[in-house]
């Protein structure tokens, strides 16, 4: 599968982006990094919004247009409309709120229980599919200026799949396709949701991509469990714990890459884009970190 994807053995490196969320936005500081000192990755390797930019820079790779293709995104109606489903609490609990917005809240909150207990998900696929069509177009994996690969679930097996072809679109819905929130995607057959839960930083598939002596860079944006904040309910305490255990196992997946690119983005909530400047500038520091590391291993 994963013969003759160079056409030389010379020393470069594969890019493996981990999943996350709004902590995602981390990439495109890694990017802008990497570009500025000409180091363009042999391939790229993602999982769910690892996946998403990933592919998008591997169609055109130019980090200041992935950075403002992204920024115009989230400043458009078509994200205001996506309305992601928060975990915790809060609203409920603004002192401030003025009754007709409890009242709208508990309603919302009714709804999505109700369809929680009813339905497998509470999001429609079709809202991914349209992201990944904002993001990446009419582009392709055979039409990727750098190799691509993207990792997905297959539901309800389990294993994880590596995709380095088929509808380029589709195949980055599924990667995203958080379970209990997102719908599983057919393709070929067979249903997948996102590569994170099985491969949170791609750093193994990564590794298998590469060749004898590339190098395999990760960037790790997963969560990691606030010591400040406690869980306020049970979807939240169900929340807290899938952090708890995904950082162990991040540990395992994180020995296969010679560069870890780890930016503070831990505590941001999955959903949160709202701060995109602060989550890119994250990304930007810590790949500057780790520069001379890269290099070192590069000469």
């Known amino acids: 599968m ?3 994807i160079f056409k030389n053995s010379q020393r470069g490196f594969v890019l493996a982006l981990a999943g996350g969320g709004g902590r995602g936005l981390a990439h495109l500081g890694v990017l802008e990094v990497l570009e500025a000192q000409g180091l363009r990755p042999d391939a790229i390797v993602g999982t769910s919004i690892g996946a998403l930019f990933g592919a998008m820079y591997a169609i055109n790779p130019d980090a200041r247009a992935a950075r403002e293709r992204v920024l115009r995104y989230l400043d458009s109606e078509s994200f205001q409309s996506l309305k992601l489903p928060a975990i915790d609490d809060a609203d409920m609990e603004a002192e401030d709120e003025s009754w007709l917005s409890r009242l709208t809240t508990a309603a919302r909150q009714t709804i999505l229980y109700t369809r929680a207990m009813t339905e497998i998900s509470v ?16 582009g392709s994996f055979q039409s990727a200026r750098i190799p691509v690969y993207v990792t997905a679930v297959r ?17 980055l819905a599924a990667s995203m396709a958080i379970p209990g929130v997102f719908e599983p995607v057919a393709i070929d057959g067979e249903r997948y949701v996102d590569g994170g839960l ?6 193994f598939e990564a590794r298998a991509v590469a060749q004898e002596g590339q190098v395999v860079v990760a960037v790790n944006t997963g969560a990691r469990p606030d010591p400040e904040r406690e869980p306020g309910n049970v979807l939240a305490m169900l ?19 010679d560069v870890l690119i780890e930016p503070l983005v831990g505590y941001t909530q999955w959903h949160d884009f709202s701060n995109p400047e602060q989550e ?16 070192g291993l590069l000469s």
Request: glycine share 10%; net charge negative; aromatic share 10%.
């Open 198 to 203: 099985a491969s949170e930083v791609p750093a």
């Open 280 to 295: 890119i500038k994250r990304g930007h520091d810590a790949a500057m970190e780790k520069l001379p590391e890269l290099k």
């Open 239 to 257: 929340d807290w714990a899938t952090r708890v255990k995904a950082l162990y196992l991040r540990r395992y997946e994180k020995v296969h890459a």
């Open 155 to 171: 539901f309800p097996g389990g294993e994880c799949h590596l995709f380095s072809e088929g509808d380029l679109c589709r195949v």
């Open 2 to 4: 994963f013969e003759g």
């Open 123 to 138: 999001v429609d696929i079709g809202a991914l599919i349209d992201v990944a069509e904002a993001f990446c177009g009419t």
